[in-house]
């Protein structure tokens, strides 16, 4: 079963506590999901497929062994996951999630949003 977007734009959240785009920072020395997930992203742009970000997401704020990657991965994803739209980075900190036509996920800051509705040029491949 394919969980990814294709072509989408995933706004930041009407409701979003801030008024431009935030990195996210951890907490308590631990990094958060949407540390996590920021680094992923920001450390890849347009590599990474949203199932490859919620399952790396998890992999590493579980410290599981990247040696049993297809296993865990299949098990991972015998569940339901929340997509990307759950995410703490377009709820929380600002940063939309722009998914191309292979699926593979880009950062967007919401001050680059454009008024039409289409995603901003900053945030086209």
Avoid at 51 to 67: C, G, M, Q, T
Avoid at 75 to 80: E, G, H, N, R, S
């Amino acid at each position: 079963m394919d969980l990814n977007y294709y072509d989408t734009l995933i706004a930041v959240a009407d409701d979003c506590p801030v008024s431009s785009a935030v990195v996210p920072a951890a907490r308590g020395g631990k990094k958060t999901v949407a540390v996590v997930q920021y680094e992923l992203i920001a450390a890849d742009p347009g590599g990474l497929t949203q199932e490859d970000v919620l399952f790396e997401s998890w992999l590493i704020r579980n410290d599981r062994p990247s040696s049993e990657r297809a296993r865990l991965r299949a098990q991972f994803f015998a569940k339901p996951q929340a997509c990307l739209r759950a995410s703490p980075l377009p709820k929380k900190y600002g940063w939309g999630l722009l998914c191309d036509e292979a699926g593979r996920v880009r950062l967007c800051p919401m001050e680059s949003r454009s008024m039409s509705g289409s995603p901003p040029e900053t945030c086209r491949r």
